[in-house]
């Protein structure tokens, strides 16, 4: 991991330590979740780690229960947060992924509205 992707200079490590502050939705020992500051759907939450982990692409089988918890617990606040009809679930890893914070986390959008196409096809 070279070092401006390292846990001192993440921008979501510094949330979780309360050096920049969030909109939080939901905490506990493993994990933090926040309204995304640049919505792009009515409903859009960052779900993340608190453990620094860079990308998906750095997860091993030791993170298996912490990954696991993320995605039983993002449809519990899609529920809550007013998505109960459907959501999306997005983690962009790496460049080519469109990773723009290199801590992994979990996108939950959603919203009254109908989601357009994930992807079209060229």
């Given at each position: 991991?070279?070092?401006?992707?390292?846990?001192?200079?993440?921008?979501?490590?510094?949330?979780?330590?309360?050096?920049?502050?969030?909109?939080?939705?939901?905490?506990?020992?493993?994990?933090?979740?926040?309204?995304?500051i640049d919505p792009v759907?009515?409903?859009?939450?960052?779900?993340?780690?608190?453990?620094?982990?860079?990308?998906?692409?750095?997860?091993?089988?030791?993170?298996?229960?912490?990954?696991?918890?993320?995605?039983?617990?993002?449809?519990?606040?899609?529920?809550?947060?007013?998505?109960?009809?459907?959501?999306?679930?997005?983690?962009?890893?790496?460049?080519?992924?469109?990773?723009?914070?290199?801590?992994?986390?979990l996108h939950i959008i959603?919203?009254?509205?109908?989601?357009?196409?994930?992807?079209?096809?060229?």
């Amino acid at each position: 991991m070279s070092a401006d992707h390292g846990p001192d200079n993440c921008l979501f490590c510094k949330i979780v330590r309360g050096q920049i502050s969030s909109n939080k939705v939901f905490e506990d020992d493993d994990v933090l979740a926040f309204h995304d500051i640049d919505p792009v759907a009515p409903l859009h939450v960052l779900l993340i780690p608190k453990l620094h982990l860079a990308t998906l692409a750095d997860s091993d089988s030791t993170h298996e229960p912490l990954l696991g918890k993320m995605l039983v617990l993002a449809p519990r606040l899609a529920r809550e947060l007013g998505s109960a009809d459907g959501f999306r679930t997005i983690i962009n890893t790496g460049r080519i992924g469109g990773q723009e914070v290199y801590h992994l986390h979990l996108h939950i959008i959603g919203g009254p509205v109908r989601l357009p196409a994930m992807l079209t096809r060229g």
